[in-house]
């Protein structure tokens, strides 16, 4: 019996991925297990391992191509076997794919008002659904929720999205381009028609597709900066002490568990004992209230080259620098190798964002929703500061607080905030 | 649980708590001996005697007006109107003191009484002893107004009226004295201002009060068979009014029929339906909101007219597949 390889779903958010790497080529021997493919979702890119063996029969999604979660991928079947109709009953593709693509015809002129229920309104308006596309079935010709479901449901069958989103933006008409019934419309498919179709493109810029992480960058901090409303705190840091610390503690920690105590991690440590005595700041402005978040992970800002990405220091209060310095240094390394899974980055309280690496001094940072808080931090800087009338050369941090006021006041921030800058000036007491 | 009728559960309410509390007394037309036009108080003036069960004469503005009367000076009153439509009566006495008193004294006196009455058609009564309006008086401020339709609920309810430091006007239908159902023997209250789901569904909340509920019910079991799985909201009291358990339903279910016993035309299921409209359910309708009332006219002596007045199992039936088409 042929198997049938979907894109698995491998996060709690993740809906579609994209094929990197098939690791075996058509009609090749595969075995169970075996790994068959490298797949990359919006945070990492995993391979993905054969769940039968035989022979890879046909590969269905070629290397590039986005597919959405439970789309086929491939067959493995035995050598000889008739190859499974693909795109029937599936439960993806409901709808007779490569025929005529069903558009209500006539479509109504383009003014005229379409009757729909405001679930349908609310539905379309979620999934960007044009209603006058959806044919209506509700009474009076009404367009009710379960039209834009099945339509959504329709649409979804018959092109990548990534093709979807290049023929939109090029104007390319999808249903022009024929395709095998059952098959899905690739980027290929939309570039080859955009060939024939256009004279030679004289490009003067190149579009980079919102697509993976990008994507998911893009729509959080626009629906964060738009929906949070933000106010900053900024205050400076005599980071003597918290250096002088870290001196005495980093080779005590490197031989105990072969890492370099970081100023990210006395960071998290301390911004974790602030959080356990300011508990609202630990907190997320939800639909019916502020949620106060019981447990403490702390996310820290790690920069890719392609992207931005929070893994998390789960329980950050109950551990001590030893553990957080190793922590932290396992998932900067996963984050770099693109290995992190979603229980590394999920469910994060609080975010750290330092940027002094790259010669920042200060900054205010987007919050990370539904958290209510992020730390922006900087560098490191000696200068000149008075000290009981004296001036005398300090090395000095900026930190930023970027708070939900939905949530956090000023007051509430700044006792929040100062009470870090507490910590670090006396690091001593942090260890307690 | 005993199984019970709606009229014992109510008397058993009463008494109880003139058991409990030596100022809580009743007063209304024929209520002593003769145990009141439907029964309610049967037996009641064996047990408490006539001072705490007051046979009055003939004059419904000074029943209420000694209601309030004694009600101010520290009693707990439960007047009986006859009928519902008689309450028109008392209108001033209801709506221009008792409502308001607490209000103009800043607080300083409570008004903890109740005014009971049967309301609706369904018994021949003819025009002048078989309305509902309960929706009137919850358009005034200062009072509250409680609608059961179950056994179980008119007991707790009726309790909870007497406790209650405001006006209430309690008013019951006379189609469900007979209707029985499982009362437990123990003190209970149920709290005012609390809808109640009566039955489940997914695929369209009704808002039903009064005798309306019993009819939903009946309504759901017959579209049942037609694979439509109705959930029934009962307000139980139309103020304070729950409309967060009604817009959660709606929310859930997408579509709502609001059936009430009044006539239609600026009746309680209009402010129901403005309420959800006004809510964020609204974004989850998927059809017009619906509402099934009584007609716009007196109601009629002739039986069969009678019946047409106001909305019937088979009405629900109707209006229900109209939404789901």
Redesign the interface.
Known sequence: MAEIVRMPKLGLTMTEGTIVKWLKKEGEEVKQGEPLLEIQTDKVNLEEEAPASGILRKILAPEGSVVAVGQEIAIIGAETEPLPEIGKNTGVEVKQAGVEPERPAPAPPPSEKVKA??????VAREYGIDLKSVTPT??DG?V???DVLEYIESRKVKATPVARKIAEEKGVDLSRIGKLEGERITKQDVLEALKLASVEPREEYRVIPWAGMRKIISDKMVKTKAQVPHFYLTLEVDMGKALELREKLAPKIQELNGVKLSINDILIKAAARALVEHPLVNSSAGEEGIVVKNRINIGLAVALDDGLIVPVIRDADKKGLVQISKETAELIKKAREGKLMPDDYLDGTFTISNLGMFDIEEFSAIINAPESAILAVGKIVKKPVVVEDEIVVRPMMKLTLSCDHRVIDGALGAKFLRRIKQLLEDPVEMLL | MAEKLYIDALREGLREEMQRDESVFLLGEDIGIYGGAFGVTRGLIDEFGEERVIDTPISEQAIVGMAVGAALSGMRPIAEIMFFDFLTLAMDQLINQGAKIRYMFGGKAKVPMVVRAPMGSGTGAAAQHSQSFPGVFAHFPGLKVVIPSTPYDVKGLIKAAIRDDNPVVFAEHKLLYRVKGEVPDEDYVLPLGKADVKRKGRDITIVAGSIMVIRALEAAKELEKEGIDVEVIDPRTLKPLDMRTIIDSVKKTGRVLIVEDDPMSFGWGAEVAAGIAGSEAFDYLDAPVKRLAGLDIPIPYNPNLERHAVPQVENIVEAVRELLR
Do not use: T
């Open positions: 229920s405001p679930a349908a309104k609310r509700g009474p009404r009710v929720e379960r």
